[in-house]
Nanobody, 118 residues
Framework: QVQLVESGGGAVQAGGSLRLSCGAS????????MGWFRQVPGKERKFVAR????????YYADSVKGRFTISRDNAKNTVYLQMNSLRPEDTAVYYC???????????WGQGTQVSVSS
């Protein structure tokens, strides 16, 4: 079973950048699909980005295309979310998620807060 821990959240002004990291324990990480989701209070958790095993195919929500980039380093058991040109509407708790290849996301981190001020 993979366990996930996010880091890198914080407060930034609109137009700024942040990079989130998600460290994973467990040897299965390299064969997992990994993703990022975000949630604001009172609303459902929403998909942000995904990177699939084994070919690192990536997918993005329309709202972040061209601004966010998901990547992974299997040697470090880490997945990243580079967030550029941040907007106030990107403010949320960001969650890292993992799934055995081709399956639904079923492993979640504890979340990290991102706050973007105008």
């Amino acid at each position: 079973q993979v366990q996930l821990v996010e880091s890198g959240g914080g407060a930034v002004q609109a137009g700024g950048s942040l990079r989130l990291s998600c460290g994973a324990s467990g040897r299965a990480f390299s064969s997992y699909d990994m993703g990022w989701f975000r949630q604001v209070p009172g609303k459902e958790r929403k998909f942000v980005a995904r990177i699939n095993w084994p070919d690192d195919t990536t997918y993005y929500a329309d709202s972040v295309k061209g601004r966010f980039t998901i990547s992974r380093d299997n040697a470090k058991n880490t997945v990243y979310l580079q967030m550029n040109s941040l907007r106030p509407e990107d403010t949320a708790v960001y969650y890292c998620a993992g799934a055995r290849a081709g399956r639904l996301f079923d492993t979640w981190g504890q979340g990290t807060q991102v706050s973007v001020s105008s």
